[in-house]
């Protein structure tokens, strides 16, 4: 037995934020099943992806983590001008696996732990935001020789999973689904909003495929996902 595909089936290389990992995988899936294109999907920060997209990774497609590097790409002559859009906005999340420990603000204030785990603000827009968080508490230069730093917001949330930290910053995708654990949700007015922008490679101009993913990306099915991964559309 032969698997049919559409004739122009392809496939488009998509660099991913570490943020976006569980929502772009089934994002990815029902693409495939929408159109017969794959989506091939290689995570990281935005820094550390920008910077392969810059050196010449075959990438098609940019989903980073904020907005300023896909707009950097565009600077650089690395992406389509009038491609570029918000495809989320995300929200920010105190989150331990003790389900006793976090208690919202009052937790990182009374700075009982050892260890808080963020992604590098220099590499990840969440770890900027722990940081923005951190200093509009007032507790920045309290909590500065306490925490352990991540390459990305994956590495963050891996420190706070295996206990190498006993609470740390992630994204709100990332522990939608689990049920374990104390959380608090970090008040959106404590940093800016985590806008999170698509574009268009000039490697995938010509890509039916890119092009097709993007699109899709706008769409109601993928937005449905993007939602129920704790996502907005805009800022509250």
Known sequence: MFLVLPARAAQVNVAVAANFT????????????????????SFGSSAQL???????????VFLSADE???????????????????????????????PARVEGAETLKAGAYDRLAIANPAAA??????????????????????????NSIAQAFQFIDTANAELGFVALSQVVNRSDGSRWLVDQT??????????L????????AAKAFLAFLKGPE????????GYVDRPD
């Open 68 to 98: 300023e590097r896909p707009a950097k790409a565009i600077a650089d002559g690395l992406a389509i001008a009038d491609s570029r859009f918000t495809y989320a906005v995300g929200k920010l999340v105190l989150w331990s696996r003790d």
């Open 22 to 41: 569980d929502a772009a995988r089934e994002i990815a899936a029902a693409f495939g099943k929408a159109s017969g294109h794959e989506a091939v999907l």
């Open 201 to 208: 490679l000039k490697t995938g101009a010509e890509s039916d």
């Open 222 to 229: 993928a937005k449905a996902v993007i939602a129920r991964y």
């Open 125 to 150: 827009p969440y770890g900027v935001a722990a940081i923005e968080t951190l200093t509009a508490l007032g507790i920045q230069e309290a909590a500065k020789g306490k925490i352990v730093m991540g």
């Open 190 to 199: 404590l940093y800016r909003p985590i806008r999170q922008d698509a574009v």
């Open 50 to 60: 920008l910077a392969q997209i810059g050196q010449g990774a075959p990438f098609q």
